[in-house]
């Protein structure tokens, strides 16, 4: 495969990512991404998943997955550019969710991997307390054990995809009725939650345990960022069906207990519906990404939350299917410093053209 955007030595690709956390960095980072954003058509070790019952730790055998990282890391390197491709424990699989007893189930038509609501859940005494030898945290980290002999210190690892405590009531209680939960049971929802935050810490914590360090720092699953050693990857997706004063009060401290849990934690946004960005301003984040979704705002439409984000201080990125008009506008109209952005592309000639359009010029 020819025709990428430069490839930098990984030292001088770690440099710059410091440089961008520091909000010390010239021209705004760039990088690409290839293939589908569903986990279950990126991989193709996943195509034996069977769809006729539950999923359990033993349907993911591991060994796959490595040749898949071999290939996506290869394919990521011939793009080019600023980012550096990271592995994890497979992303498809809600390992929350299934630590907790939700059944998870796959969908090869979709790409994705979905829990389903528990058959017995009454509240807090329902939430387990964290076991590293559940049998999905003991695979979560045989995945990293594996991919750290593989890797060889040719590419770093990351904590996985890690969805919220919103995201984990919905998942328990069902959505939308983890909505109407809170409205009639908070006490309830709020021991629940708390139960859920602690939860999450350990399983970051225990992930991290087994991550080495890459040039000083780790990766960031699929967005390929290098981060600070002892980062985390956090999400909030089914904060968009709150209000903001249902996020004020059961999820924002929460949140505010996982981003002091860590060293490092970064925080991924959908611009739909309710987007706590103002919330995340005031907690102890490293960077906040923002998706440029297919099916909503453009760069242009989200410039105000962008420059909110950059104003105040926090390293942003920027990620999505961009268009010509999107890239040209970041580009033209956001300042550089703690500026990331990370376009989808078919193949690495057009990557080449777009850091040609992007840097060069």
């Known amino acids: 495969?020819?025709?990428?955007?430069?490839?930098?030595?990984?030292?001088?690709?770690?440099?710059?990512?410091?440089?961008?956390?520091?909000?010390?960095?010239?021209?705004?980072?760039?990088?690409?991404?290839?293939?589908?954003?569903?986990?279950?058509?990126?991989?193709?070790?996943?195509?034996?998943?069977?769809?006729?019952?539950?999923?359990?730790?033993?349907?993911?055998?591991?060994?796959?997955?490595?040749?898949?990282?071999?290939?996506?890391?290869?394919?990521?390197?011939?793009?080019?550019?600023?980012?550096i491709w990271s592995g994890c424990a497979f992303w498809g699989v809600p390992w929350l969710e299934a630590a907790l007893g939700c059944p998870i189930l796959a969908d090869h038509t979709t790409g994705s991997i979905h829990a389903e609501k528990p058959t017995r859940f009454n509240g807090p005494e329902d939430v387990p307390s964290f076991d590293p030898q559940n049998p999905w945290m003991t695979k979560a980290v045989e995945f990293l054990d594996a991919m750290a002999t593989a890797s060889g210190g040719r590419w770093p690892l990351a904590t996985t995809r890690m969805r919220g405590v919103a995201d984990l009531l919905a998942a328990l209680y069902g959505q939308p009725e983890f909505i109407f939960a809170m409205m009639e049971r908070p006490d309830e929802v709020q021991a629940v939650a708390d139960r859920l935050t602690a939860y999450w810490i350990a399983f970051g914590r225990l992930q991290l345990e087994h991550i080495p360090l890459f040039h000083g720092g780790i990766g960031s699953f699929y967005y390929n960022m290098w981060a600070p050693a002892g980062t985390v990857w956090h999400q909030e997706d089914a904060a968009a069906l709150l209000s903001p004063e249902l996020y004020a009060q059961f999820i924002r401290a929460c949140d505010e207990r996982i981003a002091a849990a860590f060293d490092g934690c970064i925080m991924h946004q959908h611009p739909t519906r309710f987007v706590p960005t103002d919330f995340y301003l005031e907690m102890n984040f490293t960077a906040l990404e923002l998706h440029v979704d297919e099916s909503g705002p453009r760069a242009e439409q989200l410039y105000a939350t962008h420059m909110k984000i950059l104003e105040h201080g926090m390293p942003l990125l920027i990620w999505g299917h961009l268009s010509e008009a999107d890239l040209a506008w970041i580009f033209s109209r956001l300042p550089a410093a703690g500026l990331a952005v990370m376009t989808t592309v078919a193949e690495p000639a057009e990557a080449g053209r777009i850091w040609q359009r992007c840097i060069t010029t």
């Open 1 to 83: 495969m020819t025709g990428g955007a430069p490839t930098f030595p990984m030292a001088e690709r770690v440099a710059r990512f410091r440089d961008y956390y520091g909000r010390r960095n010239e021209l705004p980072l760039l990088g690409f991404f290839t293939g589908s954003e569903y986990p279950l058509h990126l991989y193709p070790a996943s195509r034996s998943l069977p769809i006729d019952r539950p999923l359990q730790p033993d349907d993911f055998e591991v060994a796959p997955y490595l040749a898949d990282c071999e290939r996506l890391f290869t394919t990521h390197e011939a793009c080019g550019g600023d980012f």
